[in-house]
């Protein structure tokens, strides 16, 4: 692990919205119904079991679990590779009964437009595809970040063509693919009608270089028996700044304006959020946090839940968003910049207005005094002996049964 010298623009935590999601209370829950996977993606930590698939009556028992234990608006289901699991149409249709939004999170290759439409029947909400450069596919070695905006579009418009179905990309960012990351926001852009959120999740792994002896319960354990633990060549501390700086590059004017702090620092950004409105290859600004607040609150209020993934039909509305100027200085300016454009070529009032989010995920960071610095109000947690944990570090409790433990060394 390199040390990290530039981390980034200066953001005042104090000016974004804190998320307002908790333990019980929270938009999203995490879902895993198969360890199977038919990728072996570079950084997953994940044991990839051939045929590990859950029975419907324990995935159904999670289902009630989350039901009972967190409020959740939407139910992230992953893996392994969910669209493996033979009853995945089930477990939509499981979690839309339960008044829940399905949303599956999958690498894509082995969505049809036939099972598409059937999971679609069962009242999937939307989509989470995992495309980066690490993972090997088939088809696509050895392309980098860009030249996988191919595969990208294909997929966003499997899903704009079935309609009403959100669309998400997520892609795990390491040191040698961040400078992508710039491109790939504005590719997000470009196609804000099609695509409603774009994730970066910074790569982490237990590397040589952290001060720290290992400890599961009261014994020791080598840092080399860990699921994510790696030889330190390349940066395992990349910050959340830090991707918002390369954006700025090319994007001057990206903002976040919503952020989860980490369980140990008030002013460390785990989930940092931005979200934009605009048309197809125009991105007209940047919503503030009184936006977001009002959007989390509001639909809190209608519908006792925090937001998840907004279908396209809310994502769509973005003129009608524009009314928020009247509390939020960002879709205020948004506002202007939009009728501005509208004055210099007046067909831009018949194209319609989006809303896309972009997302950066800073999972856990080690902390001088050994502290684990995970994500405070985690929408990621998943079920292990009928208890919500942390789903990133569910390996811990399958290979020694409880967390693993960081402790200063003569080193640190």
Not at 69 to 77: A, P, Q, T, V, W
Not at 166 to 175: H, Q, R
Not at 180 to 208: C, G, K, N, T
Not at 319 to 333: A, E, F, N, P, Q
């Amino acid at each position: 692990m390199k040390p990290s010298g530039y981390q980034g623009p200066e953001i005042d935590h104090r000016a974004l919205y804190r998320l307002p999601w908790s333990l019980p209370d929270n938009a999203i829950s995490w879902l895993e119904p198969t360890s199977a996977c038919n990728l072996a993606c570079d950084g997953c930590y994940r044991e990839n079991v051939p045929g590990g698939h859950k029975s419907m009556e324990a995935v159904r028992e999670e289902i009630r679990l989350f039901k009972r234990m967190r409020n959740s608006d939407g139910i992230s289901i992953a893996g392994g590779d969910p669209l493996m699991h033979p009853d995945i149409v089930e477990i939509v249709r499981f979690i839309a009964e339960n008044g829940m939004k399905p949303i599956v999170n999958t690498n894509g290759a082995t969505l049809t437009k036939e099972m598409l439409r059937d999971l679609k029947r069962a009242g999937v909400v939307g989509f989470t595809f995992h495309v980066d450069s690490k993972q090997g596919r088939p088809g696509w070695k050895n392309k980098n970040e860009l030249e996988l905006n191919e595969l990208r579009l294909r997929m966003a418009e499997m899903l704009a063509e079935a309609g009403g179905i959100s669309c998400s990309f997520n892609a795990t960012v390491y040191d040698d693919t961040l400078q992508y990351v710039p491109a790939l926001s504005e590719w997000a852009a470009e196609h804000i009608d099609i695509v409603q959120v774009m994730v970066f999740i910074l790569f982490r792994a237990a590397v040589p270089q952290l001060p720290f002896d290992w400890y599961a319960g009261g014994t020791k354990i080598p840092r080399e028996t860990l699921p994510y633990s790696e030889d330190g060549a390349r940066r395992a501390d990349l910050k959340s700044p830090e991707v918002v700086a390369r954006i700025r590059e090319r994007e001057p004017g990206f903002s976040p304006s919503a952020f989860l702090n980490g369980t140990e620092t008030a002013d460390s950004f785990k989930w940092l959020l931005s979200g934009r409105i605009g048309s197809p290859g125009s991105v007209y600004g940047y919503v503030g946090s009184r936006f977001m607040e009002a959007m989390q609150v509001g639909n809190h209020l209608l519908t006792g839940k925090y937001l998840a993934y907004a279908r396209p039909q809310l994502t769509g509305m973005g003129r009608t968003m524009l009314l928020l100027s009247v509390i939020d200085s960002g879709v205020r300016k948004t506002a202007g910049r939009f009728f501005r454009a509208v004055l210099t070529n007046p067909l831009r009032l018949f194209k319609r207005l989006h809303y896309q989010s972009v997302t950066i995920i800073q999972p856990v960071d080690f902390l001088p005094n050994g502290n684990q610095n995970m994500c405070d109000g985690c929408p990621d947690m998943t079920v292990w002996d009928g208890q919500l944990v942390w789903s990133c570090r569910l390996e811990e409790l399958k290979a020694f049964g409880t967390w693993v433990r960081t402790v200063p060394n003569e080193k640190g």
